[in-house]
């Protein structure tokens, strides 16, 4: 599905990566983007993972940007922060994780998701996440791009929405603009690179974290 917003710049077209992602997606049945207008209702609403458990991720080093693992993992322990013992994401370095984070190259998107809910438990049970390693005119917003993609995206592997509140991590890109004022707003907020995923710089929203608590809450 292509955006409703022009281009800001040129994206590499990588089509293997590309159809690697789309294939894992598929495989799942289920795909999510960060910026696609489709609809916010996703179709693990109101699903999560075990409460109180650990929730294991492996990041795949193929195409991973200078730092993009770390990155990733910094998302984790945003998440695992906002959660107070809900659940804690803990990186392994095995492929066989029930999470697993990809780097592809960007198309019309920054990241792509695909959970899978067990039909018997109701509970989300695996995620394939996907987070563009290569959108961004320099290397900050290329390194805050990678780091706010893959919070949206594992807040999408962890069950969460999206909103249509820009102020939210979960927010869904579908207006002209959008990608530069939702990034745009972050860098503001950073004095440098080690800024990224620190305590004031989280990329969360009070409602983000009261929204992912309640449905932790929930049965």
């Not at 207008?37 to 109101?46: D, E, K, N, V, Y």
């Not at 869904?172 to 860098?187: E, H, N, Q, S, T």
């Amino acid at each position: 599905m292509r955006p409703v917003f022009p281009k800001t710049r040129t994206l590499p077209d990588n089509t293997q990566s590309t159809m690697k992602t789309i294939v894992i997606a598929v495989a799942l049945g289920t795909l999510v983007s960060l910026c696609s207008a489709q609809s916010l209702r996703a179709p693990w609403s109101g699903k999560h993972w075990a409460t109180g458990g650990v929730i294991r991720v492996w990041v795949d080093p193929q195409q991973a940007p200078p730092g993009g693992d770390v990155l990733v993992e910094k998302a984790m322990k945003t998440w695992t922060t906002a959660a107070a013992g809900r659940f804690t994401l803990q990186r392994i370095t095995e492929e066989g994780a029930p999470v697993r984070v990809h780097f592809m190259s960007a198309d019309y998107r920054y990241g792509v998701t695909a959970p899978r809910v067990n039909p018997q438990s109701g509970r989300i049970e695996r995620a394939e996440v996907a987070v563009a390693a290569d959108a961004g005119r320099d290397s900050l917003e290329r390194r805050i791009i990678v780091y706010l993609t893959a919070l949206h995206e594992l807040g999408h592997a962890l069950g969460l929405e999206h909103t249509d509140d820009i102020t939210s991590i979960m927010y869904l890109f579908r207006l002209p603009g959008d990608g530069d004022r939702f990034f745009g707003a972050y860098r503001q907020r950073l004095k440098s690179a080690d800024d990224i995923g620190s305590p004031n710089a989280t990329g969360l929203s009070v409602d983000d974290v009261v929204t992912l608590r309640k449905l932790y809450d929930s049965p």
